[in-house]
């Protein structure tokens, strides 16, 4: 059965850091290109970093750049977010995704193939 299953969430203190992983199973994650969404309350799924599969070339939505660091561990099957200097405004679910593609997507949810349950990610003090 392939499945995606993140964790690492929780509440953490406005400035502070969280590393969420995604891994996967089913399926071996290194033939796929990754991505990190995020939907808060009231608002629509937004990406927030991919990985490509191709050439691991990665990519930032303009309000996670310079603070998000997405990474993969192919030996453990896994994707991780390392989130630095959090604010109130990252607080959300979120979700990793599997496109069975070269490249990935940051812009839509279209086009993924798999989705995790999500994980919640409180920012608050």
């Known amino acids: 059965q392939l499945q995606l299953v993140e964790s690492g969430g929780g509440l953490v203190q406005p400035g502070g850091s969280l590393r969420l992983s995604c891994a996967a199973s089913?399926?071996?994650?290194?033939?796929?290109?990754m991505g990190w969404f995020r939907q808060a309350p009231g608002k629509e799924r937004e990406g927030v970093s991919c990985i490509n599969s191709s050439n691991g070339r990665t990519y930032y939505a303009d309000s996670v750049k310079g603070r998000f660091i997405i990474s993969r561990d192919n030996a453990k099957n896994t994707v991780y977010l390392q989130m630095n200097s959090v604010s109130p405004e990252d607080t959300a679910v979120y979700y990793c995704?599997?496109?069975?593609?070269?490249?990935?997507?940051?812009?839509?949810?279209?086009?993924?193939?798999?989705w995790g349950q999500g994980t919640q990610v409180t920012v608050s003090s």
């Open positions: 089913g399926f071996t994650s290194e033939d796929y290109s």
């Open positions: 995704a599997a496109v069975s593609r070269s490249a990935c997507f940051l812009w839509t949810t279209k086009w993924y193939d798999l």
